[in-house]
């Protein structure tokens, strides 16, 4: 079935630097690649999402790209600020049904 | 107005109990979806039901059982709770039957002493 990798586990930026997060899949029948954010005790919410038919896909400081011969899909966050602190999960479509399986999270950490 | 709601937001009991969580959308979404997030944050979909018929159920025990009165409800009886169901659950909708964005609820912390 469908895997999903994502690293790095924890990061650590400065206030106005970029962040990478980077996901790897295995199933290369997989067509929807969504991000989502989720603060300290607050439910997941979507940030960012990709179809296999885009590489690429912007909305203002978030951005997302996707590999599909490589099977990986990163989230870029420009000009980082301490609301961006939270955990950031990716996923992708698989399982006997398509559903989302998602990746184990990065903690990010923005410092002032 | 909240679009995913579910109750009780916190659930302390012990082991052995039987415990439900309900959950309502007022998206008028046609799937909606039960996840667990454990103690490291992993978040692992349980159930999945659209318009009130079961479509995923991925390696669930049998001790917990989802039920879909109407493709706006989805709720969650758990029997015989164990150490280890403690974690945050977390209801979700989405529209249609082509994955694309879920909407979660606020999530229900059950802790079992």
């Known amino acids: 079935g469908e895997n999903v990798e994502q690293h790095p586990s924890t990061l650590s930026v400065q206030e106005g630097d970029s962040a990478v997060i980077k996901c790897t899949y295995s199933?290369?029948?997989?067509?929807?690649f969504p991000w989502y954010k989720q603060e300290l005790g607050k439910r997941p919410q979507l940030i960012i999402d990709?179809?296999?038919?885009?590489g690429e896909k912007k909305d203002q400081r978030i951005a997302v790209t996707l590999n599909k011969t490589a099977k990986h899909f990163s989230l870029h966050i420009t000009e980082t600020q301490p609301e961006d602190s939270a955990v950031y999960f990716c996923?992708?479509?698989?399982?006997?049904?398509?559903?989302?399986?998602f990746g184990k999270g990065t903690k990010l950490s923005v410092k002032p | 107005d909240t679009a995913v709601s579910q109750t009780p937001k916190y659930l302390v009991t012990q082991m052995g109990n039987d415990k439900s969580i309900k959950c309502e959308q007022n998206?008028?979404?046609?799937?909606m979806y039960w996840y667990k997030q454990d103690s490291k944050k992993f978040l692992k979909i349980m159930f999945s039901?659209?318009?009130?018929?079961?479509?995923i159920n991925e390696t669930v025990p049998n001790r917990f059982s989802p039920k879909s009165p109407d493709k706006a409800h989805l709720n969650l009886h758990i029997n015989s709770l164990e150490l280890g169901d403690s974690a945050v659950y977390f209801c979700?909708?989405?529209?249609?039957?082509?994955?694309?964005?879920?909407?979660f609820g606020p999530g229900t912390r059950l802790t079992v002493l």
């Open positions: 979700a909708s989405s529209q249609g039957s082509v994955v694309g964005e879920q909407f």
């Open positions: 199933d290369s029948a997989s067509n929807y």
């Open positions: 990709i179809r296999s038919n885009v």
């Open positions: 996923a992708a479509t698989g399982g006997s049904q398509g559903n989302l399986i």
């Open positions: 998206l008028g979404h046609d799937t």
């Open positions: 039901y659209n318009n009130k018929e079961l479509i």
